[in-house]
């Protein structure tokens, strides 16, 4: 164990490093995240300044979208087998870059372009962050601590980015909601490479499989692009590119099976641990994702906020999770346990939600919004640390870029899945009711009402999910200390 004193040891020179290497890899989390939300505010100021239409604006985030939900697992198995600190550092030099030419982009062609570069930096980054997190502190309370800090980040800089997407377009212009990723990015690469230890991967000759990687790369796209363009198409389409995407799949797991150096080792999901963890993760961000776009919505089109205030409302998440997370959330698991836990934590995200789907058209945020945010956000710092834990327990050391790419890829899965389903019932069931001849607030919420509710019955299921398949066993001491 390492132990902290006043005068220098190598002890504390070596708690400092890791501190400060921690710092380092949520710096880098940070920016990525932010950058997959601080655009959603900025969408109407670049719809009218570079002449996008309604379905080519979707492409300004699903650009970013389809290359990291595509690439996070294959950059992770490869992360393994480079270093993890050369992939890393690779990401946040190809997403800083990108980041300008997104800032100086004065076309529509430019800005997709740029951003799907940004998303492939992006996955670089962020799919070996974990594996690197969980190599820095393999001390379980340790590691606890780290995760809490790191989810705290995570979660916190999803909610910053609406706040800072709505501040940086109204005070400047929407170009510096990407311009400002420059300062940070050149002041994290740099940090990266003074302070990330240097690490020898595999080598690219164990496990270097090109036509696998390929494949699953090509399916994980055609899915992330499924599910983001799902409005945009007819179900015939919809339906032929599943099949497809389904097909790959197929090929990939075939082939994976067969070859003798794969790319991902079909074992890893023999852990109970790490594939419940990921398949309750995919219902979770579904339901907090498709909440942080809708309740948004509900914020701005039936209460009547403008950008900035709704921003501003929905600051009380960020911090409520980051001091939860950070003062209480590695005290809580090292005492009752990681499954416990994430129990509680997914109990309070399905009673907040039941709380959102009343949400009237005469409704107030004091009253209808902001405790819900207060639940979604004690119930997400308890749930999402507990989560990642059970995890990346599941993996082990060789496979930790693999697993944490895997997590990451869930989450963009999730994500992408929620915002569509939601996105379309609340829609679906606005128009039916204009139809109708309902006046338009009206029908707005009632459209959010069932999305809410629908969120409500995802979030309660990833809850019966979690606590059938992540139960710990009989051999699985919880650590209480």
Known sequence: MTTVV???????????????????????????????????????????????????????????????????????????????????????????????LCGVATGQGTLIAARALQGVGGAMTAAVVLGMLVALFPEPREQARAIAVFSAVGAAGGALGTFLGGALTQALNWHWIFLINLPIGLVALLAAVRVLAPEEGAGLGRGADYPGAALVTGALMLTVYVIVGSGDRGLPCTLLLAALALALFTAFVLRQARTVRPLLRLRLFGSRLLSGANAVQILMIATMYGFQFLGALYVQRVLGYGELLTGTAFLPAPVAIGVLMLGLSARTVGRFGAYRVLLAGLTLIVAGMALLSRAPADGSYPVDVLPVLLLLAAGFAAAMPALTGLAMSGAREEDAGLASGLFNTTQVVGGSLGLAVLSVLAASRTEGLLAGGAETVAATAAGYQLAFRVGTAIAAAALLLAAVALRPGPSQAVDRK
């Open 6 to 100: 006043e005068t220098p040891t190598p002890g504390a020179h070596r708690t400092h490093s890791r501190r400060a290497a921690l710092a380092v890899l949520c710096a880098g989390t940070l920016m990525t995240i932010l950058d997959g939300n601080i655009v959603t505010v900025a969408m109407p100021a670049i719809q009218s300044d570079l002449g996008f239409s309604g379905p080519g604006l979707a492409w300004v985030v699903n650009a970013y979208l389809i290359p990291f939900g595509g690439l996070l697992l294959l950059v992770g198995r490869l992360g393994d087998l480079v270093g993890r600190k050369r992939m890393f550092t690779a990401g946040l030099a190809v997403f800083t870059a990108a980041s300008v």
